[in-house]
C-alpha cells in the first residue's frame, strides 16, 4: 500500500492529538507501518495544534512536506484554512463546521476572517463540512466532537469501522467509552 498522509489541526483542547493517537492506532491494528508527529504550539492557551500521521506498507518519516496530505482534517474552519498549504491538489478536507473567534480578533486587535465557509468551499474542491460540535452537544456530551470527526474521517480511509472501535477502546477510560462510541457511530454514518 501506497503511504497515506493525514494532518490533523486545530486549537488547544480541542481533541486533535488524541484523535491522531485513535488514527495510528487503527492503522497498527491494520497492520500498517505508521508514523506519528505532532507539534503544540501554544496549546494549552487555545494556540494551534497539529498532528500529522502517516500509514502504508512502509513509512520513512512521520513529516508530511507542504502539499503532501492527502487528508486534512480541521477541527474548525479557520484553522482549515491556515493550514492549506499542507493538502495535496485533489486532496481532501475534513473540517468541523465551527467558528472560533481568535483572541486577537475578540479583543480587537484584528479584524474577522468574512466568509470562512465560501473561502474553504474555493480552497478545497473535495470538501467534506460537519457539524461535529451540535452532534456531540445532541448525544450530551460537547467534548466528543473529535470523535465524531474520527467518525466521519473512518470513511475516508481503508480501514474497517471494527478496527476503528478497537482503538477506541485501546486509548479511551471505560468511564468514557460509551459516549465515545456512540459519537464515532454519530460521525460515520455522516
Request: aromatic share 6%; charged share 20%.
Amino acid at each position: 500500500m501506497d503511504t497515506v498522509s493525514i494532518s490533523l489541526v486545530g486549537v488547544g483542547g480541542q481533541g486533535t492529538l488524541l484523535t491522531s493517537d485513535v488514527l495510528a492506532r487503527t492503522a497498527a491494528i491494520a497492520g500498517m507501518d505508521v508514523k506519528k508527529s505532532e507539534i503544540h504550539g501554544m496549546a494549552q492557551r487555545g494556540g494551534s495544534v497539529i498532528s500529522q500521521v502517516r500509514f502504508g506498507s512502509k513509512v520513512y518519516s512521520p513529516i508530511v512536506s507542504e502539499g503532501g496530505s492527502d487528508i486534512l482534517v480541521a477541527f474548525e474552519k479557520l484553522e482549515a484554512i491556515r493550514w492549506r498549504e499542507l493538502v495535496k491538489a485533489g486532496g481532501a478536507a475534513l473540517v468541523n463546521d465551527l467558528d472560533l473567534v481568535p483572541v486577537t480578533v475578540s479583543s480587537g486587535q484584528q479584524p474577522a476572517f468574512p466568509e470562512t465557509e465560501a473561502t474553504l468551499r474555493k480552497i478545497y474542491p473535495r470538501l467534506t463540512l460537519i457539524d461535529a460540535q451540535g452532534i456531540a452537544v445532541a448525544i450530551g456530551n460537547a467534548r466528543t466532537a473529535n470523535i465524531v470527526l474520527c467518525g466521519a474521517l473512518a470513511r475516508m480511509t481503508p480501514f474497517a469501522k471494527e478496527q476503528w472501535q478497537q482503538a477506541l477502546r485501546d486509548r479511551l477510560p471505560a468511564k468514557l467509552l460509551a459516549v465515545n462510541l456512540e459519537a464515532f457511530e454519530r460521525g460515520y454514518g455522516y
